[in-house]
């Protein structure tokens, strides 16, 4: 079992940027395919970003494609996710998720373990 801690969001100005960090427990995080997801009020939680447990395989959501990057440290049992250039529509709680398997993509059932959320507050 894992869990996972995010931090890093706050509240910026558009055209800002911000890095989210998601720390796992456990010594085995490198057996984790990760992902990023948001959940913007009275919306439905939408895929952001993936990651392969070994980082070879990437994927983003087209909205945020060019903006910003997910990578991960598995020496220091993180992830995170740089979002730059910014903008309202990015409002959202940032949660990252991670599932034992090689990669979990987009699909959010496809994902075991959630963090508790950050949120992320982009003013225009």
């Known amino acids: 079992q894992v869990q996972l801690v995010e931090s890093g969001g706050g509240l910026v100005q558009a055209g800002g940027s911000l890095r989210l960090s998601c720390a796992a427990s456990?010594?085995?995080?490198?057996?984790?395919?990760t992902g990023w997801f948001r959940q913007a009020p009275g919306k439905e939680r939408e895929f952001v970003a993936a990651?392969?447990?070994?980082?070879?395989?990437?994927a983003y959501a087209d909205s945020v494609k060019g903006r910003f990057t997910v990578s991960r440290d598995n020496a220091k049992n993180t992830v995170y996710l740089q979002m730059n250039s910014l903008n309202p529509e990015d409002t959202a709680v940032y949660y990252c998720?991670?599932?034992?398997?090689?990669?979990?993509?987009?699909?959010?059932?496809?994902?075991?373990?959630w963090g508790q959320g950050t949120q992320v507050t982009v003013s225009s």
């Open positions: 998720a991670a599932a034992n398997a090689h990669y979990s993509g987009r699909n959010y059932y496809q994902y075991d373990y």
């Open positions: 456990g010594r085995t995080f490198s057996s984790y395919a």
């Open positions: 990651i392969s447990r070994g980082g070879g395989s990437i």
